[in-house]
């Protein structure tokens, strides 16, 4: 079993940055690959980023491609996501999930993934 909890969001003025931070507790987080997703109001889910157990691999959505930054800490059971350049249209909840099969590694598919944090919301201003 893995519990998720993200931090780190917040209100920021357009062209900032924020770190999101996902811990978890449980040993198999570890071995689990993990991604983002963010929904806005009134809007579906959709991926954002993605990172392998491992973090050599890594994976982005265009719209954040070369603004956000993946990355993780085994040792500390946390996955970090920077996001620079922000911009009204990130306003969203983000989430952060883990799935247990390797295979699914970076997959965008939202079905992949056994288990999901609360979120955490991040409102940028313009």
Same mark, same amino acid.
């Given at each position: 079993q893995v519990?998720?909890?993200e931090s780190g969001g917040g209100l920021v003025q357009a062209g900032g940055s924020l770190r999101l931070s996902c #811990? #978890? !507790?449980g040993r198999t987080f570890r071995t689990s690959p993990v991604?983002?997703?963010r929904q806005a109001p009134g809007k579906e889910r959709e991926f954002v980023a993605a990172i392998s157990w491992s973090g050599l691999s890594t994976y982005y959505a265009d719209s954040v491609k070369g603004r956000?930054?993946?990355s993780r800490d085994n040792a500390k059971n946390t996955v970090y996501l920077q996001m620079n350049s922000l911009k009204p249209e990130d306003t969203a909840s983000y989430y952060c999930a883990a799935t247990?099969?390797?295979y699914y590694s970076g997959t965008r598919d939202e079905r992949r993934y056994d288990y999901w944090g609360q979120g955490t919301q991040v409102?940028? !201003?313009s």
């Open positions: 519990q998720l909890v #811990a #978890a !507790s991604g983002w997703f956000c930054t993946i247990t099969n390797r409102t940028v !201003s």
